[in-house]
Nanobody, 121 residues
Framework: QVQLVESGGGLVQPGGSLRLSCAASGSIFSINIMSWYRQAPGNQREKVAAITRDGSTDYADSVKGRFTISRDNAKNTVALQMNSMKPEDTAVYYC???????????????WGQGTQVTVAS
């Protein structure tokens, strides 16, 4: 089995910064795309950022220039550095990994438990 554990959420003032981390453990052969999603109350879950194994990145228009996604393939971790934060960034943030497990030929999607991020003064 594979587990994803997130950390780093909390309360931050507008204009402030926060860094989220997500680490995977278990029977992992490799991880393809690592992504961050978020879901605000009453809204659908949306993709915030994604990074491929070779480091190519993609961002939602709403966070471009403010958020940076990075990964450490050796440690099976992904981070999301969030700068110049706005109240509309308030949401529960989830990491999502496309994992190829040891001994299995297919990619499986795994989710973290979610971490609350609140931007308020």
């Amino acid at each position: 089995q594979v587990q994803l554990v997130e950390s780093g959420g909390g309360l931050v003032q507008p204009g402030g910064s926060l860094r989220l981390s997500c680490a995977a453990s278990g029977s992992i052969f490799s991880i393809n795309i690592m992504s961050w999603y978020r879901q605000a109350p009453g809204n659908q879950r949306e993709k915030v950022a994604a990074i491929t194994r070779d480091g190519s990145t993609d961002y939602a228009d709403s966070v471009k220039g403010r958020f940076t996604i990075s990964r450490d393939n050796a440690k099976n971790t992904v981070a999301l550095q969030m700068n110049s934060m706005k109240p509309e960034d308030t949401a529960v943030y989830y990491c999502n990994f496309g994992v190829i497990r040891i001994g299995l030929p297919y990619e499986y999607s795994y989710w973290g438990q979610g971490t609350q991020v609140t931007v308020a003064s």
